[in-house]
């Protein structure tokens, strides 16, 4: 079952420019992250922000988590073409001791030189 | 060791063929995953194992057979596989849920035919 949704499904900037990707979900959540994925290679973990915190910086990436709202941000600043893959929001809403994340659709990023 | 190793990277079978892919992390994580994902599709879950044991079987049919021989090693055993089977599978680990992350493998390209 799909949890998240991401919002834009496809984002193109250019470099140096700030980007901007949204997440909701459905249900309470344990916690939130975010992944990123180069083209057909594996998933690489960015940042986990659990449902307790507000904001989270990591490097350039900030994320932001509004429980009230069942939404999450991530900002990447200062882009760079190296930034350019699919970006994933996962939930854990699972009990104690979940081992289940769920994974949104995705976002698109695309970041020009 | 920070990664999990996935093998082989691209495989191409028979409807009739009987398979094997294999995953590894020595990492001492507890709880080891399979993910399936599909062009432009987000990860969907198939299988956790939580100290060796199954835990979540995500209503995968009986042709994917997952075995966790020991903490380290994950397989998941292929037969009489379908063309829509036709994905990428990405084996992950984790150390426990709330605390980090899942650590994902680059994933095997599996085309059946």
């Known amino acids: 079952s799909q949890q998240g949704e991401e919002d834009p499904q496809a984002l193109s900037i250019q470099e140096g420019e700030n980007a901007t990707m949204n997440c909701s979900y459905k249900?309470?959540?344990?916690?939130l992250q975010w992944y990123r994925q180069n083209s057909g290679r594996g998933l690489v973990h960015l940042i986990l922000?659990?449902?307790?915190?507000r904001e989270k910086h990591s490097g350039r990436l900030r994320v932001t988590l509004d429980t009230s709202k069942k939404s999450s941000s991530l900002l990447i600043t200062a882009s760079r073409a190296a930034d350019t893959a699919s970006y994933f929001c996962?939930?854990?809403?699972?009990?104690?001791?979940?081992?289940?994340?769920?994974f949104g659709k995705g976002t698109k990023l695309s970041v020009i030189p | 060791d920070t990664e999990v190793t996935q093998t082989p990277k691209h495989l191409v079978m028979g409807m009739t063929n009987k398979k094997s892919l294999k995953c590894e992390q020595h990492?001492?994580?507890?709880?080891m995953y399979w993910y399936k994902q599909k062009a432009k599709k987000p990860p969907e879950l198939m299988f956790v194992?939580?100290?060796?044991?199954?835990?979540i079987n995500e209503s995968v049919p009986s042709r994917f057979s997952p075995e966790c021989p020991n903490s380290s090693l994950l397989n998941l055993h292929l037969h009489a596989l379908q063309p829509e089977d036709s994905a990428l599978y990405l084996c992950?680990?984790?150390?426990?849920?709330?605390?980090?992350?899942?650590?994902f493998g680059s994933g095997t390209r599996l085309t059946v035919v």
């Open positions: 992950a680990s984790s150390q426990a849920p709330g605390v980090d992350g899942y650590t």
């Open positions: 922000i659990r449902s307790n915190e």
């Open positions: 996962a939930t854990d809403a699972g009990g104690a001791g979940s081992y289940q994340l769920t």
């Open positions: 990492m001492g994580h507890r709880a």
């Open positions: 249900t309470s959540i344990n916690n």
């Open positions: 194992y939580s100290y060796e044991k199954l835990s």
